[in-house]
């Protein structure tokens, strides 16, 4: 993920937990309980509700 451009939100809040290693606390704990932590869903979701270059914003529309 190093020097890939966040989509949106969600990429972002990613690569902020994996620099803090928030990430691999919740790997472990995920991996221990069986469970799925939801990272991967949360990302797309907060991906489509706050992207960054959204199509057909103003600014989009203006630097093509």
Do not use: H
């Not at 939100?9 to 902020?16: A, H, N, P, Y």
């Not at 991906?47 to 199509?55: D, G, V």
């Amino acid at each position: 993920m190093k020097n890939k451009k966040s989509k949106g939100l969600g990429d972002t809040i990613e690569k902020i937990t994996k620099a803090t290693g928030v990430k691999k606390i919740v790997d472990k704990v995920s991996k221990v309980t069986g469970k799925d932590c939801g990272c991967g869903a949360r990302k797309n979701a907060l991906n489509q509700k706050f992207p960054y270059n959204p199509k057909g914003s103003w600014l989009s529309q203006r630097f093509r």
